[in-house]
Nanobody, 126 residues
Framework: QSQLVESGGGLVQPGGSLKLSCAAS????????IAWFRQAPGKEREGVSC????????NYADSVKGRFTISRDNDKNTVYLQMNSLKPEDTAVYYC???????????????????WGQGTQVTVSS
């Protein structure tokens, strides 16, 4: 059973917004750097954003910079990804992942992360 649970995906029109959530059930997220990855059909999993542990510096892929915002709510033990001005090319399965180290952005790799959620589908289409 995944220790991280994503929610908030869905179908949205281009230009619309969605807010993804990543909740942890068995550990305190503030002790971990949390990244959002996405994977579209036929493509490799790519890093979208990462928020560092203990202070929460944030990092973004160039393709989402200025449109997506990552944040954490320690009281709710949840990390969010607010996605605005969505484009069809944002369509993918979005995963959150945790590691007990820094983000090492932009060299962040899926293999560096220990815990993963099951993914949530985001579809941007008219």
């Amino acid at each position: 059973q995944s220790q991280l649970v994503e929610s908030g995906g869905g179908l949205v029109q281009p230009g619309g917004s969605l807010k993804l959530s990543c909740a942890a059930s068995r550990f305190t997220l503030d002790y971990y750097s949390i990244a959002w990855f996405r994977q579209a059909p036929g493509k490799e999993r790519e890093g979208v954003s990462c928020i560092s542990r203990f202070g929460g510096s944030t990092n973004y892929a160039d393709s989402v910079k200025g449109r997506f915002t990552i944040s954490r709510d320690n009281d709710k033990n949840t990390v969010y990804l607010q996605m605005n001005s969505l484009k069809p090319e944002d369509t993918a399965v979005y995963y959150c992942a945790a590691r007990a180290a820094g983000c090492t952005w932009p060299r962040t790799r899926p293999a560096d992360f220990d815990s993963w959620g099951q993914g949530t589908q985001v579809t941007v289409s008219s």
